[in-house]
């Protein structure tokens, strides 16, 4: 999972504004910001004495410094600046390798300090675009456990009465967004993983991609149900999406959801090395384009196919590469999602999302779970 060569020095801010990358390099983070040295094959971490036990026992090793052993006095202990100056300094070094998101207080406290600093191209750690066997195997857990969430929050769905009024009721109360929100969030607890934004979007509210969904679910309408959860241990991200109707569809209803499956399927059977995200996306446009249904400004509202077809995934919920059109080549190792959807007012939205691994001849899922749109 980690990056070992650092062919110069590179100076990042764990805990704050390159988390994400201290985490893949020192499998080590912490609630408060602190610095991260990578030079010469170590990995160097400036952590308060209260951090130091867990960075001592971390693996493969770092070498954990605190503030004291920096020989700063009392006042200037908690100030990064001065840790990354006295660091350095202990180090030898003159120059250093920073981040675009570097703290601009840290640049020019280093600058003042007559180190030069130069900002490194994006990635700074390029190894987190192709996953390493370890990395698979904890996406591979956590999709499980999102796909597992994913049949409780159908399974209630399914249970649940149409009302006369045409709501949908569980136990003589109405089922809303909330209810089953927080079903899935209780199971994701006892799976030692959380997501604080799961979309359960029914109807109209489903037509705005990202609307998380308040409210009373309805019979005969489509549910969208997108939950992509962060595991706890790992930090690795699932991200699975679903959409379900309790009741009859509507003849619009199901051709759009048969037309946004198809267009998924033939998504998946693209997804291999040397196919670029740009390809993958323009069939699921074209799938779209076949089936008559277009995108763009009705009654001033976004409709259609709004979004791009998948992301990477990985540490963050939202990675490289992009399955776009600004989409590049795949390669083994890669880990996206294929999520086309459709969304009109007056009929709803329809989304499907799986997440698989590029392999070395194609793809593989990462976690299944059924695809019934009338459970």
Wanted: hydrophobic share 40%.
């Amino acid at each position: 999972m980690n990056e070992k060569k650092y062919t110069s020095p590179l100076l990042l801010v764990g805990g704050g504004a390159d988390s994400i990358d201290v985490q893949y390099a020192a499998n080590f983070d912490a609630p408060d910001p602190f610095l991260f040295l990578g030079h010469k094959g170590e990995r160097i971490v400036v952590v308060s004495s209260l951090e130091l036990g867990r960075a001592q026992r971390v693996s493969p090793p770092l070498v954990p410094v605190s503030p004291e052993d920096l020989g700063l006095p009392k006042g200037k202990r908690r100030d990064l600046g001065q840790q990354a100056v006295a660091l350095l300094r202990q180090r030898g070094l003159s120059a250093v390798g920073v981040s675009a998101v570097c703290p601009v207080g840290l640049v020019r406290r280093l600058e003042s300090a007559g180190i030069k600093v130069t900002v490194r191209k994006d990635p700074v750690m390029p190894g987190r675009l192709c996953k390493a066997p370890a990395e698979i195997k904890a996406l591979r857990k956590i999709q499980r456990t999102t796909a597992k969430a994913m049949r409780a929050a159908v399974d209630l769905i399914r249970s649940s009465d149409i009302g006369k009024d045409g709501r949908l009721m569980v136990r003589g109360e109405a089922l809303t967004s909330e209810r089953v929100r927080a079903e899935v969030e209780l199971l994701l607890i006892r799976e030692n993983a959380r997501a604080d934004e799961i979309i359960v979007a029914g109807g109209d509210q489903a037509v705005d991609p990202h609307e998380r969904g308040t409210g009373v679910l309805y019979a005969h309408a489509p549910i969208v149900l997108d939950i992509f959860p962060r595991d706890r241990g790992s930090g690795y991200w699932g991200d699975m999406t679903r959409t379900v109707l309790r009741g009859k569809p509507s003849p619009a209803q199901r051709k759009l959801y048969r037309t946004v499956l198809d267009a998924q399927k033939q998504a998946l059977a693209l997804v291999a090395p040397g196919v670029t995200g740009k390809e993958i996306h323009q069939r699921v446009c074209d799938v779209f384009d076949a089936a008559g249904y277009e995108t763009g400004l009705i009654d001033g509202v976004p409709q259609g196919f709004i979004h791009s077809t998948g992301h990477g995934l990985g540490l963050e919920i939202h990675e490289n590469p992009s399955v776009s059109p600004a989409g590049g080549p795949l390669e083994p190792g890669q880990v996206i999602t294929i999520e086309p959807g459709l969304y009109y007012r007056g009929i709803g939205g329809v989304r499907i999302e799986d997440a698989v691994v590029v392999t070395e001849k194609g793809s593989s899922i990462l976690a299944t779970c059924p695809k019934v749109f009338v459970p």
